[in-house]
C-alpha cells in the first residue's frame, strides 16, 4: 500500500488491485496505525493515533475509537 497524507485527507492506493481510496484523515491515521502495527487493542491504538489537539479530528477519532470499542466488546 502507498499513503498520501495532507491536512483533510488521506489517499491510499494499492498496486495489487490497482484501488485508490480517498478518506479523511482520521480514517487514515488509524488504518495506517494498524497496517504497520497489526491487530491491535483500542486502547493501544488510542495510544498510537494522536489527535493532534484539533477538536474536529479529535471527535472523529473519538467516534472512531467509540465503534472499535463496540466492536472489540462483541
Given at each position: 500500500?502507498?499513503?498520501r497524507a495532507w491536512d483533510d485527507a488521506?489517499?491510499?492506493y494499492d498496486p495489487i488491485s490497482g484501488d485508490t481510496h480517498r478518506i479523511d484523515k482520521p480514517?487514515?491515521?488509524?488504518l495506517r496505525a494498524l497496517s504497520?502495527?497489526?491487530a491491535m487493542e483500542t486502547a493501544r491504538l488510542r495510544a498510537r493515533v494522536d489527535p493532534s489537539g484539533d477538536e474536529a479530528h479529535f471527535l472523529a477519532v473519538a467516534?472512531?475509537?467509540l465503534d472499535l470499542d463496540v466492536?472489540?466488546?462483541a
Open positions: 500500500m502507498r499513503w488521506t489517499v491510499i480514517s487514515g491515521a488509524m504497520e502495527q497489526g467516534g472512531l475509537l466492536l472489540e466488546q
